[in-house]
């Protein structure tokens, strides 16, 4: 984990899981052709992220004509 990722406490800061998500929520719907911005972002933390490398997985719930609604998860897995 990079160093400059980290908040005072030495956990990952919630705005890098978020924007990660994020990230890999948009390439879910891409993945289906839409071109799409997010609208609305919530994020539930389970747990504190300290190390490790991270990998978040999304995927389409809902493909809506307009709205389409993802769904993903971030976890740390081993090198």
């Known amino acids: 984990m990079r160093e400059e990722f980290l908040q ?11 924007a990660l998500l994020d990230s890999a929520l948009g390439q879910a719907v891409e993945s289906l052709g839409a071109k799409v911005v997010t609208a609305e972002l919530s994020v539930s933390y ?8 991270l990998l978040a997985r999304g995927w389409v719930v809902h493909p809506g004509r307009h709205l389409l609604h993802a769904a ?3 976890q740390t897995v081993e090198k």
């Open 8 to 18: 005072g406490q030495g956990l990952v800061h919630g705005g890098i899981l978020a």
């Open 46 to 53: 389970l747990r504190p992220v300290r190390e490790g490398v």
């Open 72 to 74: 993903g998860e971030a």
